[in-house]
């Protein structure tokens, strides 16, 4: 291998994003150790108090204020790891592979998504209410104090298959486009979103832009993911013609127009019916379910959805690398 090739933007990147998508199928996302989205999860919110205390409480100064707060995340989130990455790679390029590495490690989150969904599974499985209450809890942001088995198990599920975009597609999307620094850029926009993007009184306005932008950025991956999942459930030897069927009739029963991409793949491949209504912060929020319920959600369809999350994100790993690869082909 030559200097040259080495010297190349895409390759490094590549091995980068291979050992990064690796340790996190091998340890997920240990509790003990820093994590790059705490802190930017900790910058919002300083700066949310710093921004709104200087700014009039209107509906144009809270708009104002919430764009200026994500200029200023995700600036600060994309440019920090690429200074980083340009300071490893002048000490030496293995230096930069191993920082960047770590860094795509961080930004993914399968085995996360599987352990704390499945800390719910083990629970439901026990009758466990309280403990399955407060599992839940920790990955959906519906109100879950009311909830009965069948509820929990549906919210566990949709969390699962939406976030197979969000916590998987698309941040290895981003990152062949960008290495790891795009792929901060994706996951600033979707920490934001997550923390400031509610239609209540505190956020309609000061979290509006996030929402918004967090809606354009996953729209091409959220339909990526939702394509890739349906393989998937060919592979996997699930419903995949029932899959296909729910997602072109049930892709937009959402008030989000990405969520319901991969959420309507995985009800229609487990022959299942999920969303409907909720509650969020004590108020009722009607909303149109997705899929048909051919028979009762069961607490093994965790368990499925699961494997529906990994092969999708091996299906996204492998696409990935492949146009990686091609790109560095042809530079």
Not at 30 to 49: A, D, Q
Request: glycine letters at 8%; charged letters at 15%.
């Amino acid at each position: 291998m030559t200097f040259e090739l080495w010297n190349t933007a895409v390759l490094p990147s590549m091995i980068a994003l291979t050992i990064g998508f690796t340790l996190d199928l091998i340890f997920g996302d240990p509790h003990w150790m820093p994590h790059p989205i705490c802190l930017i999860g900790n910058m919002i919110s300083r700066w949310e108090n710093l921004i709104r205390n200087a700014l009039p409480r209107t509906s144009k100064g809270e708009l104002a204020g919430g764009i200026l707060l994500v200029i200023m995340i995700v600036t600060i989130s994309t440019a920090v790891p690429y200074g980083i990455l340009w300071a490893a790679g002048e000490i030496h390029i293995l230096l930069r592979i191993g920082v960047e590495a770590v860094m795509c490690y961080q930004i993914l989150s399968v085995k996360a998504l599987k352990t704390e969904s499945m800390k719910v599974y083990h629970e439901l499985i026990h009758e466990n209410l309280a403990g399955a209450r407060k599992m839940v809890a920790m990955i959906v942001g519906r109100d879950v104090q009311n909830l009965n088995l069948e509820q929990i198990t549906k919210a566990t599920v949709e969390t699962v298959a939406e976030n197979t975009s969000d916590g998987t597609v698309a941040p290895l999307l981003f990152m062949a486009i960008g290495g790891a620094p795009l792929g901060f850029f994706y996951k600033a926009i979707n920490t934001m979103d997550s923390m400031i993007g509610y239609k209540n009184d505190q956020y309609l306005y000061f979290g509006r832009f996030a929402a918004k932008l967090d809606d354009a950025v996953n729209y091409i991956p959220a339909r990526i993911s939702a394509y890739l999942m349906i393989l998937a459930t060919y592979l996997l030897k699930l419903d995949h013609r029932n899959a296909w069927i729910v997602f072109n009739r049930d892709r937009y029963n959402h008030t989000s127009p990405n969520s319901a991409q991969t959420e309507s793949v995985c009800a229609g491949a487990l022959g299942i019916q999920l969303a409907g209504d909720a509650y969020y912060f004590g108020k009722l929020y009607e909303k149109k379910t997705i899929g048909d319920p051919l028979r009762p959600i069961a607490y093994d369809d965790i368990r499925l959805a699961n494997r529906l999350l990994y092969g999708t994100a091996y299906l996204t790993f492998a696409l990935c690398i492949i146009g990686m690869g091609v790109i560095e082909w042809i530079i």
